[in-house]
């Protein structure tokens, strides 16, 4: 059964994804005061609606009829051989002709070329967001696990426990390692999954309910702005103290609160939502490629041509999805159905 509310989810999550590097082309300094900061609490991290959507969909449409070879190699063509097509000229372009100092330069440096291409690929540095194809395609390879526990009601036992672990592990540095950044996503994925098993309990008991989930969500990103130094995510080495972070509780909540609104509009065909949706992957891959140029050109605050702030960064974010989605048609016209294996869709 197709669930447009979860495509107009999808829609909202791609959102979210590209208004966290959108900031970055505003010339918004996150940090600056605290409404600034809370501002920045709520709009970054979307990943979180990514995993968590996509928890539901994989119990929703895999775990009935799973088998590990056909899912991997669907994901392997999907997914995968995107990310590396698109990842080819980004690499080439930071080993032997950048005109700034490449992201290897102080990550991983002093290595040969052929080294420090895998190290691109393993990692996703080539490109901002690039670091999820590593980490996802991880998750998927394990896929049997979350099978085994959805099939025994188990996705909440495990989910619980390793969310509170996540909470204090938080995302790696610069998105590096994608075992780390599994940690952290693993159990949304499974929440995701168990909102899905339960999902007619959910909207029955949650009918109407939103907006205390809204609030409790805001609160948290209250008390990130006013108890931590974290603005916005949180990234440190897995085993040293930053306490909790905040902000994936915070977007959870909110994972489960839109889950319930938008189930309202289940019978609704919003079109222009539904497109964002269908698109959404190819979005992913391609506006990391705008926001790298202007990084390129405008490198420092200093050269963006006006002071950035949220209407500011939203006005932006609408421009790359547009660019984007711009772009993506326009391969999609060229290569027709093969289109898929270039920008996922």
Wanted: hydrophobic share 55%; glycine share 4%; charged share 10%.
């Amino acid at each position: 059964m197709f669930l447009h509310s979860f495509n107009y989810f999808r829609g909202i999550a791609i959102i979210f994804v590209v208004l966290a590097h959108s900031y970055i082309p505003a010339g918004w300094q996150a940090g600056e005061s605290l409404v600034d900061r809370f501002q920045f609490s709520l709009m970054m991290n979307g990943t979180v609606f990514f995993v968590f959507i996509s928890g539901f969909l994989f119990h929703h449409v895999f775990v009935p009829r799973y088998e590990f070879r056909k899912f991997m190699v669907k994901k392997a063509k999907f997914v995968l051989l995107p990310y590396l097509c698109l990842s080819v000229l980004p690499i080439l372009f930071w080993l032997f002709w950048a005109p700034m100092p490449a992201p290897h330069e102080t990550l991983y440096a002093d290595q040969p070329d052929w080294q420090t291409a895998i190290w691109y690929v393993l990692t996703g540095r080539q490109l901002t967001a690039y670091w999820y194809i590593p980490m996802v395609m991880v998750l998927f390879v394990i896929s049997p696990l979350v099978v085994w526990l959805a099939r025994r009601n188990l996705l909440m036992w495990f989910g619980l426990p390793l969310l509170v672990l996540a909470s204090f592990i938080h995302r790696p540095v610069s998105n590096l390692d994608a075992i780390q950044s599994l940690i952290y996503f693993f159990p949304v994925f499974l929440i995701g999954g168990w909102a899905s098993a339960h999902k007619e309990l959910l909207y029955q008991k949650l009918a109407n309910k939103e907006i205390w989930l809204l609030l409790a969500a805001l609160g948290l990103a209250l008390a990130q702005t006013l108890l931590t130094d974290q603005v916005g995510n949180s990234h440190k080495a897995m085993f040293t103290w930053g306490g909790i972070d905040y902000s994936l509780y915070q977007k959870l909540l909110l994972c489960v609160a839109l889950m319930v609104f938008l189930h309202r509009f289940e019978d609704k065909e919003w079109h222009w939502l539904n497109t964002l949706a269908n698109v959404s992957f190819a979005i992913y891959f391609i506006h990391p490629w705008f926001t790298t140029w202007w990084r390129l050109y405008h490198p420092t605050p200093d050269t963006w041509p006006t002071g950035g702030n949220l209407l500011y960064t939203l006005g932006v974010c609408a421009l790359l999805i547009v660019l984007s989605l711009a772009v993506a048609k326009l391969i999609k016209a060229v290569l027709k159905t093969k289109s898929r294996y270039v920008i996922g869709w």
